[in-house]
Protein backbone atom coordinates (compact mmCIF):
# COMPACT_ATOMS: atom_id res chain seq x y z
CA UNK A 1 0.00 0.00 0.00
CA UNK A 2 1.86 3.24 -0.79
CA UNK A 3 1.97 5.85 1.59
CA UNK A 4 0.00 9.56 1.01
CA UNK A 5 1.91 11.87 -1.23
CA UNK A 6 3.04 14.57 1.18
CA UNK A 7 3.23 17.29 -2.39
CA UNK A 8 -0.58 16.63 -2.70
CA UNK A 9 -2.00 19.69 -0.92
CA UNK A 10 -4.80 17.59 1.21
CA UNK A 11 -2.13 15.57 2.44
CA UNK A 12 -0.09 18.38 3.64
CA UNK A 13 -3.61 20.27 5.35
CA UNK A 14 -4.24 17.07 7.17
CA UNK A 15 -0.71 16.67 8.72
CA UNK A 16 -0.60 20.51 9.48
CA UNK A 17 -4.32 19.81 11.25
CA UNK A 18 -3.34 17.37 13.11
CA UNK A 19 0.38 18.96 14.71
CA UNK A 20 -2.30 22.31 15.49
CA UNK A 21 -3.92 19.56 17.49
CA UNK A 22 -0.43 19.42 19.71
CA UNK A 23 -0.09 21.44 22.90
CA UNK A 24 3.04 22.42 24.70
CA UNK A 25 2.10 18.95 27.49
CA UNK A 26 1.27 16.63 24.79
CA UNK A 27 2.96 13.62 26.47
CA UNK A 28 3.79 10.57 24.39
CA UNK A 29 2.71 7.16 23.85
CA UNK A 30 6.17 5.99 23.83
CA UNK A 31 9.46 7.52 23.91
CA UNK A 32 10.39 10.04 25.81
CA UNK A 33 10.98 13.39 23.66
CA UNK A 34 8.53 16.44 25.17
CA UNK A 35 6.09 17.46 22.24
CA UNK A 36 8.60 20.46 21.71
CA UNK A 37 11.67 18.18 21.22
CA UNK A 38 9.77 16.05 18.94
CA UNK A 39 8.46 19.41 16.35
CA UNK A 40 12.38 20.46 16.41
CA UNK A 41 13.28 16.52 15.51
CA UNK A 42 10.92 16.55 12.60
CA UNK A 43 12.40 19.51 11.62
CA UNK A 44 15.90 18.24 11.12
CA UNK A 45 14.64 16.28 7.96
CA UNK A 46 13.81 19.37 6.37
CA UNK A 47 16.65 21.26 7.48
CA UNK A 48 18.60 18.87 5.65
CA UNK A 49 16.44 19.37 2.30
CA UNK A 50 16.45 23.11 2.44
CA UNK A 51 19.20 24.88 4.72
CA UNK A 52 22.77 24.37 4.61
CA UNK A 53 23.32 23.23 8.39
CA UNK A 54 23.96 20.36 8.71
CA UNK A 55 27.23 18.15 7.54
CA UNK A 56 27.51 15.34 4.82
CA UNK A 57 28.18 12.46 6.08
CA UNK A 58 31.98 11.07 5.44
CA UNK A 59 32.12 8.97 2.38
CA UNK A 60 32.19 5.97 4.65
CA UNK A 61 29.17 6.37 6.96
CA UNK A 62 27.23 7.47 3.65
CA UNK A 63 27.99 3.95 2.03
CA UNK A 64 26.89 2.36 5.55
CA UNK A 65 23.86 4.77 5.46
CA UNK A 66 22.93 3.63 1.88
CA UNK A 67 23.64 0.11 2.17
CA UNK A 68 21.80 -0.80 5.56
CA UNK A 69 19.56 2.52 6.53
CA UNK A 70 18.03 4.16 3.43
CA UNK A 71 15.24 1.69 2.54
CA UNK A 72 14.20 1.88 5.82
CA UNK A 73 13.84 5.67 5.72
CA UNK A 74 12.37 5.70 2.09
CA UNK A 75 10.60 2.35 2.34
CA UNK A 76 6.72 2.38 2.65
CA UNK A 77 6.83 -0.08 6.31
CA UNK A 78 6.43 1.93 9.06
CA UNK A 79 8.91 2.55 11.90
CA UNK A 80 8.84 0.47 15.02
CA UNK A 81 8.67 2.50 17.99
CA UNK A 82 11.69 3.79 19.72
CA UNK A 83 13.70 3.38 16.40
CA UNK A 84 17.19 4.17 16.57
CA UNK A 85 18.06 7.86 15.68
CA UNK A 86 20.99 9.56 13.58
CA UNK A 87 22.55 12.06 16.42
CA UNK A 88 21.37 15.38 14.37
CA UNK A 89 18.24 14.30 15.03
CA UNK A 90 18.11 14.10 19.12
CA UNK A 91 17.16 17.03 20.75
CA UNK A 92 18.07 17.63 24.34
CA UNK A 93 16.67 20.76 26.23
CA UNK A 94 13.69 22.17 25.85
CA UNK A 95 12.87 24.06 22.80
CA UNK A 96 9.60 26.88 21.74
CA UNK A 97 7.15 24.85 21.25
CA UNK A 98 5.37 27.43 19.09
CA UNK A 99 8.77 27.90 16.97
CA UNK A 100 9.02 25.01 16.12
CA UNK A 101 5.56 24.35 15.79
CA UNK A 102 5.54 27.12 12.96
CA UNK A 103 8.90 26.26 11.32
CA UNK A 104 7.52 22.72 10.84
CA UNK A 105 4.14 23.53 9.05
CA UNK A 106 6.52 26.36 7.07
CA UNK A 107 8.50 23.51 5.86
CA UNK A 108 5.36 21.06 4.91
CA UNK A 109 4.02 24.20 2.73
CA UNK A 110 7.28 24.34 1.25
CA UNK A 111 7.54 21.12 0.46
CA UNK A 112 3.76 21.09 -1.12
CA UNK A 113 4.27 24.02 -2.61
CA UNK A 114 7.19 23.06 -4.64
CA UNK A 115 6.31 19.72 -5.25
CA UNK A 116 7.36 16.43 -7.02
CA UNK A 117 9.19 17.76 -10.09
CA UNK A 118 11.58 19.52 -7.46
CA UNK A 119 12.70 16.97 -5.54
CA UNK A 120 12.77 14.17 -8.48
CA UNK A 121 16.64 13.50 -8.03
CA UNK A 122 17.49 15.78 -5.64
CA UNK A 123 20.83 14.51 -3.19
CA UNK A 124 19.70 14.15 0.09
CA UNK A 125 22.64 14.96 2.60
CA UNK A 126 22.59 10.59 4.04
CA UNK A 127 21.30 8.57 1.08
CA UNK A 128 22.30 10.30 -1.99
CA UNK A 129 20.08 11.30 -5.12
CA UNK A 130 16.14 10.09 -4.39
CA UNK A 131 13.37 10.19 -6.15
CA UNK A 132 10.36 12.23 -5.32
CA UNK A 133 8.32 9.05 -4.20
CA UNK A 134 11.39 8.27 -1.85
CA UNK A 135 11.48 11.99 -1.07
CA UNK A 136 8.02 11.87 -0.03
CA UNK A 137 8.24 8.93 1.66
CA UNK A 138 10.50 9.53 3.79
CA UNK A 139 9.28 12.78 4.69
CA UNK A 140 5.34 11.23 5.17
CA UNK A 141 6.51 8.26 7.08
CA UNK A 142 8.43 10.41 9.64
CA UNK A 143 5.63 13.04 10.23
CA UNK A 144 3.00 10.57 10.85
CA UNK A 145 5.74 8.39 13.09
CA UNK A 146 5.86 10.88 15.25
CA UNK A 147 2.41 12.80 15.23
CA UNK A 148 0.81 9.12 15.86
CA UNK A 149 3.65 8.75 19.08
CA UNK A 150 1.82 12.06 20.09
CA UNK A 151 -1.96 10.64 19.28
CA UNK A 152 -2.62 13.11 16.85
Not at 42 to 69: G, Q
Not at 78 to 94: C, E, L, Q, R, V
Amino acid sequence: MALPNIFSAPVTEELINRINRLQPDTHPQWGKMSADQMLAHCNVSYEMAFENKHAKPNPLMRFILKALVKNKVVGESPYKHNSPTAPAFIMKGSKDFEAEKQRLIGYLRKTQELGANWFNGKESLSFGKLSSGEWSNMFYKHLNHHLTQFGV
